[in-house]
């Protein structure tokens, strides 16, 4: 197996923890089959041993959300399967990393994509002596969006206390996208750290660090794992969403589908 697609975009998350215990990553190949009952895959490198399968596409279908994290970019054939995945209403959910081509991420997923990727910025150098201090922060999350919302009082210091080493740039919404995004997270620069956006019946989340600790030191902080969960329940559309409307008998008043629903 090739060592970039060996566990697939959660092994990243994982990789730190598991090269210092040792242990056993077990989850997709990456690879989608005819036949069902795929081929498990087994590779050690150091103390981890990979075990993956192969999934049929009947598998694949079943699945609500995808998740790539920090992984080089889909061959076209697979960005054209994501594509019409999330248009059929499934989630993906993209963070950023040092595996992560901007060009080719634009060129291949700029469609789905909340905004195109520009440029990877560096606040500090980890090693830095300073690092703790120069390190950019969030500066402005929308509390009011359900995706966080629960992150309010003591419960939001797990987000503004976070230290983003690097952070990937956007560019401005792409006219190819088929609707606008939303900014729910920024940076002090007023770099977006968060942005989402509907594909169709489908929703895609963008997060411009790493969820490991290669760019950030998030993946400690208290908040992350709520926030991942919150993430997954917003991308796949059990996390409800009310937009509150106020208006007087006799008005009219306009309601946006979910998606493309009507």
Excluded: C
Aim: glycine residues 10%; without cysteine; aromatic residues 8%.
């Amino acid at each position: 197996l090739p060592v970039e697609d060996r566990a697939g975009g959660l092994a990243v998350a994982l990789r730190a923890a598991l090269a210092e215990e040792g242990g056993l990553w077990f989850g997709w190949s990456g690879k989608k089959v005819r036949q069902a009952g795929g081929d498990l895959h087994r590779q050690r490198e150091g103390n981890i041993e990979y075990a993956t399968l192969d999934l049929s596409r009947e598998d694949y279908a079943a699945y609500d959300l995808v998740l790539l994290l920090n992984v080089p970019a889909p061959s076209p054939q697979d960005a054209a399967r994501l594509a019409a995945f999330v248009n059929a209403g499934g989630g993906l959910f993209v963070s950023m990393g040092d595996r992560v081509d901007p060009d080719t991420y634009t060129s291949r997923l700029g469609a789905l994509l909340p905004r195109p990727l520009r440029l990877v910025r560096t606040s500090v150098e980890r090693e830095d002596p300073e690092a703790e201090t120069k390190a950019a922060k969030l500066a402005q999350v929308e509390v009011e969006h359900p995706l966080f919302s629960p992150f309010t009082g003591r419960a939001e210091e797990g987000l503004v206390g976070a230290r983003f080493y690097r952070y990937m740039l956007l560019e401005a919404d792409s006219p190819a996208a088929s609707g606008a995004s939303q900014v729910l997270a920024t940076y002090e620069d007023g770099a977006p750290a968060v942005a989402v956006a509907r594909r169709g019946k489908g929703r895609v989340g963008l997060f411009t660090s790493t969820v490991d600790r290669d760019w950030s030191d998030f993946a400690i902080r208290t908040s992350f794992l709520p926030l991942m969960q919150r993430f997954a329940a917003y991308l796949t559309g059990s996390l409800e969403e009310r937009e509150e409307q106020r208006v007087r008998v006799g008005e009219t008043v306009t309601l946006r589908p979910e998606g493309e629903q009507v």
